[in-house]
Each structure stands twice: as C-alpha cells, then as structure tokens.
C-alpha cells in the first residue's frame, strides 16, 4: 500500500489558502496513494486521472460525489428514508443506466436551450449589481455569485425565483450530507432539508406530468429516445436536483475564484480588458488555474494496479482535478495564470470522458458576462483585506465570504 509522503488534509487552514505545492509534490512522489485518514486512494497525475475516468468498467462511479463512504448515522438514514433514494443519477450512474439517463437529459438541456438565456443572464446580473453598486463594499458570495446562478436555473426550470434562498438552503445541506463530517444534530437537519427539496421538485414534476409546459422540467418528462424507457418521476427529480445543486455551486466558487485570481494577476486583467475577444480562454484559465470541483469520486469494482499501484477491490478513489489540471506534463507552466492560454479541450475541471459535465456550457455563459461586467460596473474593484473565508467542503475550492470594494464617486449603472 502506498501512503502520502506528506500530510494530506484539504479542510486545513495551510492547503485550503494554497495546496498546489503540495499538489506538485503529490505528482511527483506519490501520483497515485492511499490517504488513510479519510481511507481514501487519491490520484493526481493527469494521464492516470484519464484511465481512471476511460475504464468505467473497473471504477465505477457509484459514490461519486461522497467524500466519505461510511454509513450516515442511523438517525439521520431514519430522516431520509422519508423522501427517495439519492441514486442514481448522472454523476453517480454507470453503464446502460447513466447512458439512458444521459441522453434523456440532453434531450431536454440542449444548445438552443443554453444560448437562449444570454439575454436573460445579462439581465441578472445587471439587476444583482444594481442591487448594490452605491454601497461601495458587498460580500460578492451573498450579494452575487450564488443569487446569479440559482436564478438562472430556477428560470430554466420555471420554478419561482422567490424560492431560491431556500433552494439554496437545502443545496448546501445536500452537499454537507455528501462529506457528512457535522455532528449527528448537524447531519439530522441536512437530512431533512434534503428530504425537502425532493419532495418540492416531485410537486413540481408531478403538476408537469398532467400540464406540459416548455420549460427544461416539461421538456425532460417528454423526452424519448429509441429503444429507451421515458424518465420516471423519481429518476427526473433526482436529475433537477442534480441540477440545481452542481449548477449553482460551481459557477458561485467560479464567480469568487475568478475575482481573487484575477485580481491577484492585474496584467492579465488588463489585457482582457483592452482585448475583450479573451473573455473565453480567461474563463478556461480561471477553471484550470482554480478548479471549482477539486476532484470526484469512484469505486474500484476489483483488484488492479494504477502506474504501478495495487488497489483493492471496494476501494474508494478520489480523482483530482485540481492537481491534474497543475501538471506538468500537460501544460507549459501550469502555475502561471495566462489568459491567452488554450486549455478548453485539455483542463479537466468539468471532467472528463462519458460523465463530463453537461452544464458546462450554461456555467461558461454565465461566467463569460458577470466577471467583465463586474469589472465594467464597479470602478477600481478590489478586495478587502481580510474579509475572504474559504469554503470548506472537501472535494470543492471557493469561498463562502469574498468582501470586495470599489470607488462609488461615478458608479456605472447599468443601461
């Protein structure tokens, strides 16, 4: 067994400002180990990441987005045996089964649906700045950056936007019952909000199942494909509440990733700044540069070896973006943050393989207009110092608290 050669402990003050040395390290010594704190084998090498993702048949993606595959306590598995079971869904599927769901869903989220919402993202983020571009200071998180991208979705979806603030709840208590490090009284309360947000969206469902409507709910439930079976209730809301949560939560970390990074790098602001046409590869770089999704998940159906490494059966692997997405045999310099760099096709922060992120092209849209358009509204933007507070969800990077200012003597408002 082939352990770290370092402490590896991503929720620790030191790696959650700046794990990238040890990253590199990782690469170097030990690209593929067993972390036996969190019983966890990591991968962070690139090239071993892409055998990972390309052979579903010896890991599966069963558990994919569970840091931790010990049993939830039983009180908190009494909560949510109210509600439905949380798999399978596109993340966590295999086989004829993610393939089925894969091609209902892209049924329903197609390219036509993602370029019709420009117009509508503009006009949110818009109104979100408007909100507060003469106070001259603002938590960027709370103000922005998760309000954007739920509403988005919530549009899409054709839910109320009134109901985002308690979408948003119940998103970040899904996430903590997925890393299910809170105490017993914590977990109980995740548990019944994620109870909660499937029972909202089976109403929403169920009321589109009797009244067909245009929106991505309606469209879903219609979907067919050949040879194929239609979604059922349950299986689509486990696919809007997928939805909703891996499509806030990594635009939101985008957003504050995006800020810092380019805040930190003022020639690479300037430069898009003056040549606009870079706004594209500026997002790429922000997500290769800091990954919102630090890695996911899988399970190893049998016995194998990883570049070298004998790995267990039932063994639970982590595979991680954010280191691959630093390495060295793949990108020229890849501690340097270049906004003319090419990586799209390369950076794997959406993933890679059968499970890439469907979403991409909707969170690329949005990031695409808020971070010039923050840059645009709000004169001499800056941070504050000591006002940042990382997230602190282990396979994530972001902030949960990003204040920033600006000089409000000619606020631009919006036109």
């Known amino acids: 067994m082939t352990g770290c050669p370092v402490h590896f402990d991503p929720l620790s003050p030191k790696q959650l400002a700046d794990p990238y040395p040890l990253y590199s390290q990782l690469r170097s010594e030990a690209p593929v180990f ?63 089964v993610h393939k089925r769901l894969r091609l209902l869903v892209g049924k329903a989220f197609t390219p036509r649906r993602v370029a019709e919402m420009e117009g509508r993202i503009r006009k949110t983020v818009d109104a979100l700045i408007d909100e507060f571009a003469d106070d001259g200071r603002a938590d960027i998180i709370e103000r ?4 954007l991208p739920m509403f988005t979705l919530t ?63 309606s469209s879903l439930l219609h979907a067919r494909v050949p040879d194929g079976e239609p ?8 696919v809007v509440v ?13 957003i504050s990733n995006g800020l810092t990074t380019l805040l930190a790098h003022p020639d690479q602001l300037q430069a898009v700044r003056k040549d606009p046409a870079l706004v594209p590869s500026m997002v790429e770089e922000i997500l290769r540069y800091e990954s919102p999704a630090q890695g996911l998940f899988r399970t190893v159906r049998k ?17 991680h973006w954010g280191s691959a997405n630093r390495d060295e045999n793949v990108f020229d310099n890849p501690g340097a943050f270049d906004v003319t760099r090419d990586s799209v096709m390369a950076h794997v922060a959406f993933g890679k393989g059968i499970h890439a992120c469907l979403g991409a092209p909707l969170a690329r849209l949005q990031l695409q207009i808020v971070l010039p358009r923050l840059f645009e509204r709000l004169p001499n933007l800056r941070l504050v110092r000591g006002a940042a507070v990382r997230d602190t969800i282990f396979f994530a990077r972001g902030f949960k608290k990003l204040e920033i200012e600006w000089d409000v003597d000619a606020p631009i408002h919006h036109r």
Not at 49 to 75: C, G, I
Not at 242 to 254: F, Q, W, Y
């Open 34 to 96: 067993y972390d036996e704190a969190h019983n966890l084998w990591i991968v962070t090498r690139y090239d071993d990441l892409l055998t990972v993702v390309r052979d579903t048949e010896t890991f599966s993606s069963k558990n994919a987005v569970r840091a931790s595959v010990r049993p939830l306590p039983q009180r908190v598995l009494d909560v949510l045996a109210a509600g439905w079971a949380l798999t399978p869904t596109l993340t966590d599927s295999d086989g004829d």
């Open 144 to 147: 922005l950056a998760w309000s």
């Open 155 to 217: 549009d899409i979806l054709n839910v109320p936007r009134e109901d985002v603030p308690m979408l948003h709840h119940w998103s970040v208590s899904w996430l903590r019952i997925m890393q299910a490090t809170d105490g017993v009284e914590d977990l109980i309360g995740c548990a019944k909000d994620v109870v909660a947000i499937q029972r909202y969206f089976m109403d929403a469902l169920e009321a589109r199942a009797y009244l067909a409507g245009h929106d991505f709910m």
């Open 231 to 238: 979604i059922t209730l349950e299986e689509a809301m486990r």
């Open 242 to 254: 997928n939805l909703i949560i891996a499509g806030h939560v990594t635009v939101t970390r985008s």
């Open 303 to 319: 016995d194998t070896v990883l570049n070298g490494v004998r790995i267990p059966a039932g063994a639970h692997l982590m595979v």
